[in-house]
C-alpha cells in the first residue's frame, strides 16, 4: 500500500506531466476504464487552468486565436504550476513567459498586451483607499508645497509600451476591428487605476507621464517641476508655465480619484 | 460526553452568491434566506468583491465556502492561508464556514481540484488531526463536504460514508452533506446512494447541497451547470425523512439562469424541507 503523500505524489506526477505509475492504485471497471477515470481529473486540470488565462488575456487570446492560444497555455501550465490558493494569481507570471515563448516571434507586441491586462486585474481588486478630494488642496500653506510628496492610490498602474497595444486591447474590448500592431515611433504610457468601483485607463502626454512616473517615485513636488523642466530641452523653460502645469496635473490626479494621501511631512 | 449537534442555526434556504447576480440582488432583495460564498474569490484586497460582499452582508446572513483548504493533503496546514481565512471570516462573521473532504495541493503545487483520498484508517487520522488544527485555530467547528469522484484507489478499504462518518466524529466536525455528489459518485462507483444517507450521523448534518450535472453515458461529471435533475430531488426528499428540514443551498457554478429560475429551484427545495420541518432530528 502507498503512503497517502505517495499516492497524493503518483496522482500529481499524473496530472503535471502526464505520468502514469498512479494508475496500478485505481480500481478499474467496466463502465469507464482507469484511463478514462485518471482523464477526467486530467482534462479538468489544464481545462481550468487555461479557462483561468482566457478569463484573464481575453484579448491576448484573440490576437494569437484559440489553437495557438491553447498551446500556449498548455506550455504555460507546464512550466508554471499553480502555487496560490486561489486562481486569481495563476496569470503573474504570463506576460514574462510570453517574453520567453517562440509565439513572441510572430507577436512581438503580445508582451505588452498581456502585461497590460493584468494590470487591469490587479486595478480591479487592489486595496481599497479613500482618494484625497480635490479640495484638500486649498487647505495647504503655500509655503508647504515644494516639500509635498504624493501618495497614489494602491490601485495605479502605468505601462510604458512600444506598441499599440492600448489601441489593440480596446478595440477588442468594444467588439471592433483591432487595428494592425504598429511599433511606436514614441513610447508610450498608459495610466490604470480603479476609481470607485470603475477601472479607468487613460494614455498620458509626455509630461503628464514623467510628472507621474516622479510621484510613484516618492519626488516632492518641486522635484516633479524640476523633472518636468529638464525633459523641455528647448530653451530656457518659463517657469511659470511649468507651475500651471504642474498644478494642473495635480488637478486632475485629484479629481480622478488617483490620489490616496499628500504628505505635508518636511522630511 | 454527549453533545448537542447541530451547533448552528438552521439558515433556510440560500443560493451562492455569484457575481452575476450582485445587482439583482441588491435591486430585488430577493427571497432568499441566506448566501453561500466561494472564500478564495473574496481573499483579495479591495475593489468590487468585497464591496459587494460588505453590502450583501448587510441584508442578509453569509457563510462561507472554501475550496482550497486542501485538509487531505500531506504538506502542512497552509497557515497564510488559514490567516486569511479567519480575517475574512471576522469581516463578514459568516454563520459558519466550510470546506471539502479533499486535497487540492500537494508540494506546493495546487490543482484547484477536489481531488479524491483513500478511504482507510490512515487517511482518517491524518485528516481528523487536520481539522482538529484547523477548527482550533479558527475556534469554532467547521463542516466537510463531500466530493464527486471519479476513481476508487486499490488502497480503499472501506465504503465512503464509512470514511466520511469516520472522519467528521473523530474531529468533531460537521457535515455538509453534497445530494448531487452522492448521487454522480453512487452511478461513477455504483453503489446505492440511498444506503450512503441512512448511514451518515444524522446530528452532524449542518447542510445540504444540491446541484445539477452532466452525464456522459457511461459517468457523470458533477459541472454545476445544469438544472437539479428528478433522482437527486428523489435523493434530497429521501434525506429528509431520516434529517428533517436541513438549510440548503443550490449551487450553480457556470451555464447561468436568469436569476428567477434559481429562485423556483429554490422554492422546489423549500417546498420539499417544509414537508419535513417538523421532523426532529434525535436518532443517531
Ligand atoms: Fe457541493
Redesign the pocket.
Known amino acids: 500500500m502507498y503512503s497517502l503523500k505517495e499516492l497524493q505524489t503518483s496522482f500529481q506526477r499524473h496530472l503535471l506531466h502526464g505520468d502514469n505509475d498512479i494508475i496500478e492504485h485505481i480500481v478499474s471497471s467496466q463502465h469507464a476504464s482507469d484511463k478514462e477515470r485518471l482523464a477526467t481529473y486530467k482534462n479538468a486540470y489544464y481545462g481550468r487552468l487555461a479557462e483561468a488565462l482566457a478569463t484573464d488575456f481575453p484579448a491576448v487570446k484573440m490576437s494569437i486565436g484559440s489553437d495557438q492560444f491553447s498551446k500556449l497555455c498548455s506550455d504555460y501550465i507546464d512550466k508554471h504550476p499553480s502555487t496560490d490558493t486561489s486562481l486569481r494569481w495563476f496569470g503573474i507570471h504570463f506576460s514574462e513567459f510570453i517574453q520567453q515563448h517562440t509565439v513572441i516571434e510572430d507577436y512581438k507586441f503580445l508582451t505588452e498586451l498581456a502585461t497590460l491586462e493584468w494590470m487591469f486585474i490587479n486595478a480591479f481588486d487592489a486595496s481599497n483607499a479613500d482618494p484625497v478630494p480635490a479640495s484638500l488642496v486649498t487647505t495647504i500653506p503655500n509655503e508647504s508645497w515644494p516639500n509635498i510628496t504624493i501618495d497614489l492610490h494602491p490601485s495605479v498602474y502605468t505601462l510604458n509600451s512600444h506598441w499599440n497595444v492600448v489601441e489593440i486591447w480596446q478595440a477588442m474590448q468594444q467588439h471592433q476591428t483591432a487595428p494592425q500592431a504598429m511599433y511606436l515611433a514614441e513610447a508610450s504610457t498608459c495610466v490604470i487605476w480603479r476609481q470607485g468601483l470603475s477601472t479607468r485607463y487613460r494614455i498620458l502626454d509626455k509630461f503628464e507621464a514623467i510628472a507621474l512616473h516622479s510621484a510613484a517615485q516618492g519626488a516632492t513636488y518641486a522635484q516633479i517641476c524640476e523633472r518636468l523642466a529638464q525633459s523641455i530641452d528647448e530653451q530656457v523653460p518659463d517657469f511659470t508655465e511649468l507651475a500651471m502645469l504642474c498644478a494642473r496635473l495635480l488637478k486632475t490626479w485629484l479629481t480622478e480619484g488617483m490620489i490616496a494621501r499628500l504628505s505635508t511631512d518636511t522630511q | 460526553m454527549i453533545k448537542k449537534h447541530p451547533p448552528y442555526p438552521n439558515l433556510g434556504y440560500g443560493l451562492g452568491l455569484r457575481s452575476e447576480y450582485y445587482d439583482t440582488i441588491l435591486e430585488k432583495s430577493p427571497e432568499v434566506d441566506w448566501f453561500e460564498v466561494i472564500t478564495e474569490n473574496y481573499m483579495v484586497d479591495g475593489g468590487k468583491p468585497l464591496h459587494y460582499l460588505d453590502k450583501i452582508r448587510e441584508r442578509y446572513p453569509v457563510v462561507m465556502h472554501g475550496v482550497s483548504l486542501s485538509i487531505g493533503s500531506t504538506d502542512s496546514i497552509n497557515l497564510e492561508y488559514l490567516k486569511n481565512l479567519k480575517q475574512l471570516a471576522d469581516r463578514i462573521q459568516p454563520v459558519w464556514i466550510s470546506d471539502h473532504l479533499c486535497w487540492t495541493i500537494h508540494n506546493g503545487h495546487n490543482a484547484h481540484d477536489l481531488l479524491p483520498l483513500p478511504y482507510n484508517k490512515a487517511t482518517i487520522n491524518h485528516l481528523a488531526e487536520r481539522i482538529d488544527q484547523v477548527q482550533n485555530y479558527l475556534g469554532r467547528q467547521i463542516l466537510m463536504?463531500n466530493v464527486s469522484s471519479y476513481v476508487t484507489y486499490t488502497d480503499s478499504e472501506m465504503s465512503e460514508w464509512e470514511f466520511y462518518s469516520n472522519i467528521v466524529e473523530k474531529a468533531d466536525c460537521l457535515m455538509l452533506l453534497?445530494i448531487n455528489?452522492i448521487y454522480v459518485s453512487a452511478i461513477n462507483h455504483n453503489f446505492d446512494p440511498h444506503e450512503y444517507l441512512d448511514n451518515v450521523p444524522s446530528n452532524r448534518v449542518q447542510q445540504i447541497?444540491l446541484?445539477g450535472h452532466t452525464n456522459y453515458g457511461n459517468f457523470i461529471i458533477d459541472t454545476h451547470d445544469q438544472p437539479i435533475v428528478d433522482s437527486v430531488w428523489e435523493l434530497y426528499q429521501y434525506s429528509l425523512q431520516r434529517l428533517g428540514s436541513v438549510t440548503t443551498m443550490i449551487?450553480r457554478d457556470d451555464n447561468f439562469p436568469p436569476f428567477h429560475e434559481l429562485m423556483a429551484e429554490l422554492e422546489q427545495a423549500r417546498k420539499i424541507g417544509n414537508e419535513w420541518q417538523d421532523k426532529k432530528t434525535c436518532t443517531v
Open positions: 463536504e453534497d455528489n447541497h446541484a449551487e
